[in-house]
């Protein structure tokens, strides 16, 4: 869906989008699980075309410590300007904190590149599986939720003496 920011006004357009979760590619280590839902408005300011609102979805992704699947809603808020590309004269163009804003060409965004931006930056660096996940064994490698081996009752005889400290 494509949002025409040409045609933004200063009276906040509404905007309503439920988006099936193939059209947006998060990466190789993420799969959007459920339609990614949006609710904003479109309009412009002296600064440029504003699209603000809130996008909601579920992601899996793979558990930190087991490397399980891991299943997180995402609820994100957001506030984008944009401003339109302008080239370059001399070849270099410094970034300012006015132009750290969204940039586009032409006279539209697409709303998908939007809410791809807003899911990637709401994704936590490390994700369980759930909060007491016990992950895998170092000996064997199983997955230690799922069953109980026992290689980790093995006790190194170097760290003996740092269990009498208790």
Known sequence: MKIDLAAARTVPKEL??????????VGPDAEIIESVDF????????RGPHISGKV????????????GPAEIPIVASFDDTFVEEQAAASGEFEIKGEFLDESF????????EVLREQILLELPEQVFCREDCRGLCPKCGQNRNLVDCNDSEDFDPR???LKDLN
């Open 105 to 112: 060409a032409g006279d539209s965004v697409e709303l998908a």
């Open 159 to 161: 760290w003996a003496a």
């Open 39 to 46: 609710l904003g408005s479109v309009w412009r300011d002296p």
């Open 16 to 25: 309503r989008a439920t988006l099936p979760p193939e059209s947006i590619d």
């Open 56 to 67: 909601t979805t579920k992601v899996r992704l793979e558990c930190a410590r087991c490397l």
